[in-house]
């Protein structure tokens, strides 16, 4: 499975756009780049996932850069309730067989803060 | 609504008790997985599931066992042998071929007493 590189922590203000990146540099060509969240004592949350297009839906907007080495997750209007550890996970989408199957594998992640 | 759902949200185990964990979900999902997180650490993988009446050990189940009878339920026994129970424990379900979507349900915070 390709690493993950997350900054440890980020700051936002509250209404305005929260940017997560994420490097993967040593990604491969079939896995996605998926993000999850996990708010304090709750479990993980799915937000988003792509392969090589941008993609969007009704919580973020992900953005992925051309040579795939590299990822922004965009909150557009961060509200207190976004504030929550956000994780980078590289994957291959569906179970190719072998002991990795259904192991989800969180590393660090980006404590975002949205703050007032 | 569609969902997964754990109860419950706090346990108490005695020495010595075996404890069940309810988790079911109603996405009509054939895999299920068990995890456990301790304060500060990431995931680790007890048990999961691809398809009822099977399911394979991850990477801690020394001390639990589960079973998967019903497609929607999937509960997770604490055995007395696990001796450092004390842990959040989730629950979480996906569509078998899109198996990293993983939608987790709330958590049960098992307390050892």
């Known amino acids: 499975d390709a690493k993950t590189t997350q900054p440890p922590s980020m700051d936002c203000a509250e209404g305005r756009a929260a940017n997560l990146p994420c490097n993967h540099s040593?990604?491969?060509?079939?896995?996605?780049v998926y993000w999850y969240r996990q708010i304090h004592s709750q479990g993980p949350q799915y937000i988003i996932h792509?392969?090589?297009n941008n993609e969007t839906n009704e919580m973020a907007s992900l953005i992925i850069t051309e040579d795939r080495k590299s990822s922004t997750l965009i909150l557009p209007h961060a509200t207190l309730r976004d504030t929550a550890v956000y994780y980078c996970i590289v994957r291959v989408a569906t179970w190719a067989g072998g002991t990795s199957y259904g192991k989800l594998t969180f590393g660090q992640g980006t404590i975002l803060t949205v703050h007032p | 609504d569609g969902g997964i759902t754990q109860s419950p949200k706090y346990l108490f185990r005695k020495e010595g008790q075996n404890v069940t964990l309810s988790c079911e979900q109603n996405?009509?999902?054939?895999?299920m997985y068990w995890y456990r997180q301790d304060p500060g650490q990431g995931l680790r993988l007890i048990y999961y599931s691809q398809i009822v009446n099977d399911f394979q050990k991850g990477d801690i189940a020394e001390g639990y066992s589960v079973s998967r009878e019903k497609k929607e339920s999937f509960p997770l026994t604490v055995t007395s042998a696990q001796k450092n129970p004390t842990a959040f424990y989730l629950c979480?379900?996906?569509?078998?071929?899109?198996?990293?979507?993983?939608?987790f349900g709330p958590g049960t915070r098992l307390l050892v007493l």
């Open positions: 040593t990604i491969s060509g079939n896995e996605y």
């Open positions: 792509g392969l090589k």
């Open positions: 996405l009509n999902h054939d895999a």
């Open positions: 979480a379900s996906s569509a078998s071929r899109g198996w990293v979507t993983q939608y």
